[in-house]
């Protein structure tokens, strides 16, 4: 990829949304100048239409991959407890429903990590497996004798979801509710999923709290009749550290639909925009797939840095970079910055599916909150691309992508794909 340095340090405002609005090489270019004149920029916060919160003070920017690892390595300064998915200050009960321990720090955030690890231990990974293997091959039948589909919607989005899904216990027939309430959480500051006349905070909390009365359901169904599934594991109180309330419960699941959904789909839809665009990576792939595929998947998740931030906040005076900063003063690690710092990958924008060492940060920086579901995530990939190269080889990207225009996400909404049709496999 080439980048363009089309705006000078002073030029770029992250805080506005016009700044995501411009091309991809653009925004690239004006991260390498910030990494390299300014790496570490306050910018003032802008009013969110549609968001009844005050702006708040402003933000520091962490964009060179060492400092978003000294942060994310000292929670202990750099708290996640005021907000870690939001740059504007959130009510706290706001971001506990939404976030759960996201937005904690330890104690708390320990005692429910340890909880819901229950459900990411390799044996509960293992017995997923076939789920993952063949809920991937039935997105495949679904769209092969086509010849042409949404490559989001019809291949990339159903896997996380349903795999979610399917680790919860959430009968079928609920995916789809889930789907789209999901939408609405992520989609904020995209018109398209926010409906009309509704403002943005209303039509988050709404699709909060269906996701809540799902899951309240659940928990009643499940302490009647336990069955095999990570909802009767989090909710079995003979375990060490206890169970989740169902407080605790709802917000686990609304932190693991938000944030184990889009983030894999995002994946895979830059995956596949990224084979496409570099078709020498796609056939060295195709030669050797089990071979290549652990550097190809980390490869695709730097690449695609699906998350583009996660937020801090001092908890005392510190320095970073020999940059001040205050206890109160927020700041921001960005993660798509780091992925393409020059002092920490050779040749940053290529796509290298055989990268060694690919230290990226696609999952969080070392530390108590890095990706609970990254080898979930991993697997999801794995599976849905072999899929890919096995029955659609020829499958290409024909049309431009529609991207999210987000500071959060690094979305795609739409992008048009075609292949030669072929039997389903059922
Ligand atoms: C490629 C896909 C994924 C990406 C890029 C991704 C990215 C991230 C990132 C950057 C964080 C760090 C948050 C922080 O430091 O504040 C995170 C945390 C988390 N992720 Fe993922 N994620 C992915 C897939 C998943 C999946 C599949 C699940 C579960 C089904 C999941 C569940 C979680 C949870 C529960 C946390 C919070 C961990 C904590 O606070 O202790 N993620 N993820």
Not at 220 to 233: F, I, Y
Request: net charge negative; with cysteine.
């Amino acid at each position: 990829m080439n980048i363009r340095k089309s705006l000078t340090p002073d030029q770029i405002d992250l805080d506005d949304l016009l700044f995501w609005a411009m091309p991809l090489e653009d925004r690239e270019g004006a991260f390498a100048t910030l990494r390299e004149e300014r790496p570490i920029p306050f910018f003032r916060e802008h009013e969110i239409p549609g968001f009844p919160i005050d702006p708040g003070p402003g933000f520091w920017c962490l964009t060179r991959h060492e400092h978003v690892l000294l942060a994310s390595r000292t929670p202990e300064i750099f708290s996640s407890a005021r907000g870690a998915t939001s740059i504007p200050d959130l009510p706290s009960d706001f971001n506990e429903f939404f976030g759960g321990m996201i937005n904690m720090d330890d104690p708390r955030h320990a005692r429910q990590r340890r909880i819901v690890s229950r459900g990411f231990t390799p044996r509960a990974l293992a017995k997923l497996e076939a789920s993952v293997q063949s809920r991937a091959a039935a997105v495949i039948d679904r769209v092969i004798e086509k010849g042409e589909c949404d490559f989001v919607s019809d291949i990339a989005a159903p896997l996380p979801l349903e795999v979610i899904c399917d680790l919860m216990g959430i009968p079928a027939h609920l995916s789809a509710m889930v789907f789209e309430q999901t939408n609405i959480i992520l989609g904020i500051g995209d018109p398209e999923f926010t409906s009309s006349g509704e403002d943005a905070q209303m039509a988050i909390m709404g699709a909060g709290a269906a996701l809540a009365a799902l899951m309240r359901d659940m928990a009643e169904e499940h302490r009647r009749n336990p069955k095999d599934d990570l909802t009767s594991a989090l909710l079995d109180a003979s375990q060490a550290d206890g169970a989740l309330t169902d407080e605790e419960l709802c917000s686990f699941f609304i932190l693991l639909v938000v944030a184990g959904n889009e983030t894999t789909r995002n994946s895979i839809s830059h995956g596949m925009k990224a084979l496409c665009d570099y078709p020498e990576q796609r056939a060295r792939w195709a030669a050797d797939f089990d071979g290549m595929a652990k550097s190809a998947v980390e490869e695709i998740v730097r690449w695609a840095s699906p998350v583009i931030h996660m937020r801090r906040t001092c908890t005392q005076d510190t320095v970073v970079g020999g940059q001040k900063m205050m206890a109160g003063d927020k700041v921001v690690l960005w993660y798509n910055s780091a992925n393409r710092d020059e002092a920490a990958f050779v040749d940053p924008y290529r796509f290298d599916i055989g990268r060694t060492p690919n230290e990226h940060v696609g999952f969080g920086g070392p530390g108590p909150h890095f990706c609970l579901g990254a080898n979930l995530a991993r697997r999801e990939i794995t599976v849905m691309f072999r899929e890919i190269f096995q029955r659609l080889p020829d499958l290409r990207i024909t049309g431009e992508p529609d991207r999210l225009v987000s500071y959060f996400i690094n979305g795609i909404k739409r992008m048009p794909c075609s292949f030669t049709p072929a039997r389903a496999a059922a």
